[in-house]
């Protein structure tokens, strides 16, 4: 076994591998970017080392600066984890020839499946079956147009370096084709530095299966039976769970047969995954499966693989790259029960998944669930990476149960000022569809509009934050507070009357009058506990309830405020980003909904769209620019010269 291994990433992965690590007695050194100073990851390992500036390839992705660090390190090896530079071959290289031992695949295998048109090429040729579509060198607008009409709409667009759902658009119609191809490519440069393309038919009801793979040096592969990754928002994972709803043996034995052929086809060695689509429409069918892409790495959702067959990927993983055979035969292996995982992120639902930055103040993870996470209470979600919290786990004997497990936990999740989509998730999980295992990698944005409605606290919750906000102004003590004010016709209230007064709140900004009802007594005799609200000793703070977050302050009777409203015509950054496309000129018309700017943050593109209808008035937006939250980048008129919603 191994002594010591440096690990090339962050976050929860970071965590996770420095936790079977010291299980097993080895040395874990940490990498760590100006962002990450104070990082759990860094706080967790035995020892750290900086290796640049808060920029991603800056620091995480310069592999030269990774590699001197190993060796400054006294690291035997040097454990990749998921993104970054874990599916780079060129850099397994060179840690292989810098005398340190890889915790992945061979960089042969990482090379020829790391490019999706030569891999769909090479599955082929193995007897895996792949999905109609082009994946050729040629690549100029017309030719690719052309193959599209071949193929027939809808299409998917995906970049043949891609992943995690960057550089991928579907296509609905070809007067769509050249926007998606150009929005495609750029993501795609960007995200992998490649801007090349392949084409595919688009799935009308498709199923995300994939299925866990593993290889020694001693010619053993085995699957490790299959996932379903299907609940989805634009191309990522939210909800995966094993084994499969809906799966029979026969078509799981032709699929994971296919899934260990394909990994044999590349001699793979060490935890990879084989990932395919299938067309769901009459049920999970073995010729309705098809090969999509291998990763060849360790996944996100490894967790549910491990819940339902005992082992511990990681372990392996090093035993592996260490020399030894494979822990188990595939004869040894077996599916115990049902596993759910829920990917809880720093992002606002109701907000188009816009991701949330800033400190956690706040932050209650479930004790009910496992728990794989980067952050703590107190620490930082940066602008600079993928805004996930946690992995939310949780192993049950049934589909039914594993859900309603899951669902309780996401709800009980406490996250602030920092936005969370734990509400969101708790929905999905209890939503009937999910719970039959009606799912697709259509079923978020199909229900998008009831799951993400904006979350609003239950007339409990309310007496709660009622009766907190009194307890909490009363006890103020040295001066006359606003709250006070207020408040000064409740000083007559007492802890176990019946008040027949009201209070008026502000709930997310929008005020709410709250009639006394309950006693503290009678809300407690309810289950409505003070720990669901905290408050500051002004009267500001915040409450939690099924997964969500409410900002909470007595009404000063304060106008509202934030950013501009549509009526004023300015479009603001939502977040701290980089502006990568500016769609319009000063002094054009557009009409309402229309792009205006496109703004990069958190690995992903965010669009900003007219108002309303009306000129560009002023355009201080600059292509490539960096650009902070709030910072006003286009400002639209009305023709009359008075914005106006419309």
């Given at each position: 076994?191994?002594?010591?291994?440096?690990?090339?990433?962050?976050g929860?992965?970071?965590c996770r591998?420095i936790?079977?690590?010291?299980a097993?007695?080895v040395?874990t050194?940490?990498v760590y970017?100006?962002?990450?100073?104070?990082?759990?990851?860094?706080?967790?390992?035995?020892?750290a080392?900086h290796v640049?500036?808060?920029s991603a390839?800056?620091?995480?992705?310069?592999?030269e600066r990774i590699?001197?660090?190993a060796?400054?390190?006294?690291?035997?090896?040097?454990?990749?984890?998921?993104?970054?530079?874990?599916?780079?071959?060129?850099?397994a290289r060179?840690v292989?020839?810098?005398?340190?031992?890889w915790?992945?695949?061979?960089?042969?295998?990482i090379?020829?499946m790391?490019?999706?048109?030569q891999?769909?090429?090479?599955?082929?040729?193995?007897g895996?079956p792949?999905?109609?579509?082009?994946?050729?060198e040629r690549q100029?607008?017309?030719?690719?147009?052309?193959r599209?009409?071949?193929?027939?709409?809808?299409?998917?667009?995906?970049a043949?370096a891609?992943?995690?759902?960057?550089?991928?658009r579907?296509?609905?119609?070809?007067?769509?084709?050249?926007?998606?191809l150009a929005?495609?490519?750029?993501?795609?440069?960007?995200?992998?530095?490649?801007?090349h393309?392949l084409?595919?038919k688009y799935?009308?009801?498709?199923?995300?299966?994939?299925?866990?793979v593993?290889?020694?040096?001693?010619?053993?592969?085995v699957?490790?039976?299959?996932r379903?990754c299907?609940?989805?928002?634009?191309?990522q994972?939210?909800?995966?769970?094993?084994?499969a709803p809906?799966?029979d043996?026969?078509?799981r034995?032709?699929?994971c047969?296919?899934?260990?052929?394909?990994?044999k086809?590349?001699?793979y060695?060490?935890?990879?995954?084989?990932e395919?689509?299938?067309?769901?429409?009459e049920?999970?069918?073995?010729?309705?499966?098809w090969?999509?892409?291998?990763?060849?790495?360790l996944?996100?959702?490894?967790?549910?693989?491990?819940?339902?067959?005992?082992v511990?990927?990681?372990e392996?993983q090093?035993?592996?790259?260490?020399?030894e055979?494979?822990?188990?035969?595939?004869?040894?292996?077996?599916?115990?029960?049902w596993?759910?995982?829920a990917?809880?992120?720093?992002e606002?639902?109701?907000?188009?998944?816009?991701?949330s930055?800033?400190?956690l103040d706040?932050?209650?993870l479930?004790?009910?669930?496992r728990v794989?996470?980067g952050?703590e209470?107190g620490?930082e979600?940066?602008?600079?990476?993928?805004?996930?919290?946690?992995k939310?786990?949780v192993h049950?004997?049934t589909?039914v149960q594993?859900?309603?497990?899951?669902?309780?936990?996401c709800?009980s999740?406490?996250?602030?000022?920092v936005?969370s989509?734990?509400?969101?998730?708790?929905?999905?999980?209890?939503?009937?569809?999910?719970?039959?295992?009606?799912?697709?990698?259509?079923?978020?944005?199909?229900r998008?509009?009831?799951f993400a409605?904006p979350?609003?606290p239950s007339g409990?919750?309310?007496q709660v934050?009622?009766?907190?906000?009194i307890?909490?102004?009363?006890?103020?003590?040295?001066h006359?507070?606003q709250?006070?004010?207020?408040?000064?016709?409740l000083?007559?209230?007492?802890?176990?009357?019946?008040?027949s007064?009201?209070?008026?709140l502000?709930?997310?900004?929008?005020?709410?009058?709250?009639?006394?009802?309950?006693t503290?007594?009678?809300?407690r005799d309810r289950?409505?506990?003070r720990?669901?609200?905290?408050?500051?000793d002004?009267?500001?703070g915040?409450?939690f309830?099924?997964?969500a977050?409410?900002?909470l302050a007595a009404?000063?009777h304060?106008?509202?405020?934030?950013g501009?409203a549509?009526?004023?015509g300015a479009?603001?950054s939502?977040?701290?980003?980089?502006?990568?496309?500016?769609?319009?000129?000063?002094?054009?018309?557009v009409?309402k909904?229309?792009?205006?700017?496109?703004?990069?943050?958190?690995?992903?593109e965010h669009a900003?769209?007219?108002?309303?209808?009306?000129?560009v008035?002023e355009?201080?937006?600059?292509e490539g620019?960096?650009?902070?939250?709030?910072?006003?980048?286009?400002?639209i008129?009305?023709e009359d010269?008075?914005?106006?919603?419309?």
């Amino acid at each position: 076994m191994i002594k010591s291994v440096l690990i090339a990433n962050r976050g929860e992965i970071a965590c996770r591998i420095i936790r079977t690590a010291r299980a097993l007695g080895v040395r874990t050194v940490a990498v760590y970017s100006d962002a990450d100073a104070k990082a759990l990851h860094v706080r967790s390992a035995d020892d750290a080392i900086h290796v640049g500036p808060s920029s991603a390839r800056a620091s995480y992705l310069d592999g030269e600066r990774i590699i001197a660090a190993a060796k400054a390190s006294g690291a035997e090896a040097i454990h990749p984890g998921y993104g970054f530079l874990s599916e780079n071959a060129e850099f397994a290289r060179a840690v292989q020839a810098a005398g340190l031992v890889w915790v992945g695949p061979d960089p042969a295998s990482i090379g020829a499946m790391g490019l999706k048109d030569q891999a769909k090429r090479l599955m082929a040729d193995a007897g895996v079956p792949v999905t109609p579509g082009y994946s050729g060198e040629r690549q100029d607008l017309d030719f690719l147009a052309e193959r599209a009409d071949d193929i027939g709409y809808p299409v998917l667009i995906k970049a043949v370096a891609g992943g995690g759902g960057k550089g991928m658009r579907r296509v609905d119609s070809a007067a769509d084709f050249a926007d998606a191809l150009a929005s495609c490519t750029r993501e795609a440069v960007a995200a992998f530095g490649n801007a090349h393309v392949l084409i595919e038919k688009y799935i009308e009801h498709p199923r995300h299966l994939e299925v866990q793979v593993f290889g020694d040096r001693h010619g053993n592969v085995v699957h490790l039976f299959e996932r379903d990754c299907s609940p989805q928002r634009r191309h990522q994972k939210v909800i995966e769970e094993a084994p499969a709803p809906g799966m029979d043996a026969a078509t799981r034995a032709a699929l994971c047969a296919a899934a260990v052929r394909a990994a044999k086809a590349v001699d793979y060695v060490n935890a990879g995954t084989v990932e395919f689509i299938a067309d769901a429409s009459e049920g999970l069918r073995a010729d309705r499966i098809w090969f999509m892409e291998m990763n060849t790495r360790l996944q996100v959702e490894h967790p549910v693989t491990e819940a339902i067959t005992g082992v511990d990927l990681v372990e392996w993983q090093l035993r592996v790259a260490s020399g030894e055979p494979l822990p188990r035969t595939q004869d040894e292996l077996a599916i115990h029960g049902w596993a759910m995982e829920a990917r809880l992120y720093a992002e606002d639902p109701a907000k188009g998944f816009l991701p949330s930055v800033g400190r956690l103040d706040h932050l209650v993870l479930p004790e009910s669930a496992r728990v794989d996470t980067g952050v703590e209470e107190g620490d930082e979600v940066s602008p600079y990476y993928d805004p996930m919290i946690a992995k939310l786990v949780v192993h049950a004997p049934t589909r039914v149960q594993a859900a309603a497990e899951l669902a309780d936990a996401c709800g009980s999740v406490k996250c602030a000022p920092v936005r969370s989509n734990a509400w969101f998730l708790a929905r999905l999980l209890s939503d009937s569809a999910f719970r039959a295992g009606d799912v697709s990698t259509g079923f978020i944005a199909d229900r998008f509009d009831a799951f993400a409605e904006p979350p609003q606290p239950s007339g409990g919750l309310l007496q709660v934050m009622a009766d907190a906000m009194i307890s909490n102004s009363l006890h103020v003590g040295g001066h006359r507070t606003q709250q006070h004010a207020m408040l000064e016709d409740l000083r007559g209230f007492r802890v176990n009357a019946k008040p027949s007064r009201s209070v008026r709140l502000r709930v997310d900004g929008a005020t709410r009058e709250v009639e006394l009802s309950l006693t503290p007594s009678q809300l407690r005799d309810r289950g409505w506990e003070r720990p669901s609200i905290f408050l500051d000793d002004f009267g500001d703070g915040v409450a939690f309830e099924d997964g969500a977050a409410f900002r909470l302050a007595a009404d000063r009777h304060d106008p509202p405020s934030g950013g501009a409203a549509a009526s004023d015509g300015a479009v603001l950054s939502p977040m701290p980003g980089r502006i990568v496309a500016v769609a319009v000129a000063e002094g054009q018309q557009v009409t309402k909904g229309q792009r205006l700017v496109t703004v990069e943050a958190m690995k992903m593109e965010h669009a900003l769209t007219a108002p309303f209808d009306g000129i560009v008035a002023e355009l201080p937006a600059r292509e490539g620019a960096q650009v902070e939250e709030g910072m006003r980048l286009v400002r639209i008129a009305a023709e009359d010269g008075v914005g106006e919603a419309q």
